[in-house]
Nanobody, 127 residues
C-alpha cells in the first residue's frame, strides 16, 4: 500500500523557518516524483515544489523561489521541504503527493497527475 505521511508543520513567526517531512512507505522513492502542494480555504491548491527523486530534477513555484528547498533522503524514504524566510502568505495546509516518474518531469505542477496524497500538515506564519 502506497502511503505518505507529512510532519513538521506548526506555528512560526514571519521570517522564521520550518522543515516539512514526507515519509513514504509501500514504494521506492527513486521511481517517483514527489510534490509539495499547499491549500488555504477559498484559494486554489498550489503546487510549490517537486522533485524527481531518481534524477534529482527539481521545480519551485515563483512564489517560493529562493526561500524553499526540496531534498530527499533515500535511505529514510523521506522528502523534505526546507522553508526559510516564511511569510504570512505561506500559511496553508501543506500536502505531499507522489506520481510515478516515467522520465517526463511535469512542471508546472498539476495535482491531478499525482496518485497518492498525504493527510496534510498545517503551517501557520503569524506574529
Amino acid at each position: 500500500e502506497v502511503r505518505l505521511v507529512e510532519s513538521g508543520g506548526g506555528l512560526v513567526q514571519p521570517g522564521g523557518s520550518l522543515r516539512l517531512s514526507c515519509t513514504a512507505s509501500g514504494f521506492t522513492l527513486e521511481d517517483y516524483t514527489i510534490g509539495w502542494f499547499r491549500q488555504t480555504p477559498g484559494k486554489e491548491r498550489e503546487g510549490v515544489s517537486c522533485i524527481a527523486v531518481g534524477d534529482d530534477s527539481t521545480y519551485y513555484a515563483d512564489s517560493i523561489q529562493g526561500r524553499f528547498t526540496i531534498s530527499s533522503d533515500n535511505a529514510k524514504n523521506t522528502v523534505y521541504l526546507q522553508m526559510n524566510e516564511l511569510k504570512p502568505d505561506d500559511t496553508a495546509v501543506y500536502y505531499c503527493a507522489a506520481m510515478i516518474y516515467t522520465g517526463i518531469f511535469y512542471v508546472p505542477m498539476d495535482g491531478s497527475l499525482y496518485d497518492a496524497w498525504g493527510q496534510g500538515t498545517q503551517v501557520t506564519v503569524a506574529s
